[in-house]
């Protein structure tokens, strides 16, 4: 199966989108919804939580986990892979979100190599939104200096948008205000981006109100959409792991907390009664 993580319910945008484009497959979803939201936590703490979810998902049977989740791949997955993986988990693989939207964000195609720059946008702008630790690891900039150097990148943490997703606050004045509180700056400056990236699962969901303050000749990159086309693209080059994979389109769905909670809020937002399970993750010995 198919792992796909996140920290609460908005990585479901991320998994629609892979069974959009993937629908042949089978997927585990799980939010750790008792622990978010993740966006303030410490660089440690975000990775125990991370690893811990994990393990949950390759104990239940999952050789391929997506972290959906932009502040877990920011702050945990280079070490799962580099440490975690090889010592225990040789067979199974762990992806991230943050590579494959800088791709997009610079307009390159999947799997690009450093260097590979998109002749259009070499010289341009282009902004990230995201939570407190995405912004602070810089893992946006890190990798956006690899593939297009000469790309200015604008990074607006946007600690307040997660918490009035999760709490169903999707519009309105008082999230309103918050929306032009962190996209003000962004769009005020010398050189305003020609891309905004949506960099946490959460902001698909304010979306509406982000495209009505942003001017239409600004693109904002939907996040699940590309990740699904990368994710897809990484299954072609790696065959021995694509056929490891369950054939049965089912889908999973859990939570660390309350499952008729996460019903309740996930179905409000999605349109339709999702079926929710209880998670109860190991931690760490
Ligand atoms: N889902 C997280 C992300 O994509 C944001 C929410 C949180 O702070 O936990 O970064």
Excluded at 38 to 64: M, P, Q
Excluded at 132 to 146: F, H, N, P, Q, V
Aim: charged share 20%; aromatic share 8%; with cysteine.
């Amino acid at each position: 199966m198919i792992g796909v993580f996140d920290s609460g319910f908005g990585g479901l945008t991320v998994l629609a989108a892979l069974r959009q484009r993937l629908p042949q497959y089978d997927y585990v979803f799980l939010a750790d919804s008792a622990r978010a939201p993740y966006g303030a936590r410490s660089f440690d703490v975000i990775h125990d939580f991370t690893l811990e979810a994990v393990e949950w998902l390759f104990n239940e049977g999952c050789t391929v986990v997506v972290l959906a989740c932009n502040t877990a791949s920011a702050r945990a997955l280079r070490t799962i892979q580099q440490n975690h993986l090889p010592a225990h988990r040789p067979d199974r693989r762990v992806l991230g979100v943050v590579r494959p939207s800088v791709e997009a964000l610079a307009g390159l195609p999947p799997g690009a190599l450093p260097g590979v720059s998109a002749p259009s946008l070499v010289e341009g702008t282009v902004a990230v939104l995201g939570t407190e630790g995405t912004i602070a690891s810089d893992s946006y900039g890190i990798e956006l200096r690899k593939l297009a150097p000469r790309l200015e990148l604008i990074q607006q943490p946007c600690p307040l948008w997660a918490p009035l997703v999760e709490a169903g606050e999707l519009d309105g004045p008082g999230t309103e205000w918050f929306l032009h509180r962190y996209l003000d700056p962004v769009l005020s400056g010398p050189r305003p981006p020609q891309r905004i990236l949506l960099g946490c699962t959460h902001y698909p969901l304010l979306l509406p109100g982000i495209r009505r303050i942003v001017p239409a000749e600004i693109a904002i990159i939907p996040q699940g959409e590309v990740v699904a086309e990368r994710f897809a693209d990484w299954l072609v080059r790696h065959p021995d792991q694509e056929q490891r994979l369950g054939r049965g389109r089912l889908q999973r769905l859990a939570t660390t907390d309350d499952p008729a909670w996460f019903a309740e809020h996930s179905g409000r937002i999605f349109g339709r009664p999702l079926q929710i399970e209880r998670a109860r993750l190991s931690p760490l010995g």
